[in-house]
């Protein structure tokens, strides 16, 4: 399974088959009675956590680009983003909406089929076609290879590092592409 941007359904749910060739698994909009889930996620397989309140404001806010994926009816994992406004990671001094990829997640019974791609892939289209969105950005540890690996192959690169960012000390590089 290879998409880009543009292969992306960013209306209604969009039903794929794993990389696998077996696990079907369906990308869509959050909702509501998603955010129960996605909090379960965020705590299992993320260090840093987010009160409640954090991921309903989220939702409410940017909807659109709000992103969980589902496997026989069951959510798997989420994308959640927002919008910010500062200097482009590109164009020295000059000032751009940017979308800002604040937490991937994805349960590890759920990993290797393609469904943190498609899910980055819905949110960054979004960002662009809903929010007008520029360009994207996000953190990620240092250490954190296999999602620094995904991040390289949708189009993101390193554009700086930002010592002791997350709670344990380690550094975050900070991640950016151009939409």
């Excluded at 991937?104 to 949110?123: D, F, K, Q, S």
């Excluded at 240092?142 to 192959?153: F, G, Q």
């Amino acid at each position: 399974m290879i998409l880009a941007v543009n292969d992306v359904v960013i209306d209604g749910p969009q039903r794929l088959i794993g990389k696998d060739g077996k696990t079907e698994f369906v990308v869509r909009e959050a909702a509501m009675k998603d955010l129960n889930d996605v909090i379960t996620i965020n705590r299992r397989v993320l260090p840093e956590n987010y009160p409640s309140w954090f991921f309903v404001e989220h939702l409410e806010q940017y909807p659109k680009a709000f992103i969980v994926a589902e496997v026989g009816g069951r959510v798997v994992g989420y994308v959640m983003s927002r919008v910010e406004y500062g200097w482009s990671n590109f164009v020295k001094g000059k000032p751009v909406r940017k979308g800002h990829i604040v937490s991937v997640g994805v349960l590890p019974e759920a990993r290797r089929l393609g469904i943190a791609t498609v899910m980055m892939l819905r949110a960054m289209k979004a960002m662009k076609v809903y929010y007008g969105a520029a360009e994207m950005y996000l953190e990620v540890r240092v250490s954190n290879t296999p999602a620094i690996s995904l991040y390289e192959k949708l189009g993101y690169r390193v554009v700086g590092r930002i010592p002791r960012y997350y709670s344990d000390g380690e550094d975050a590089y900070l991640m950016a592409c151009q939409l």
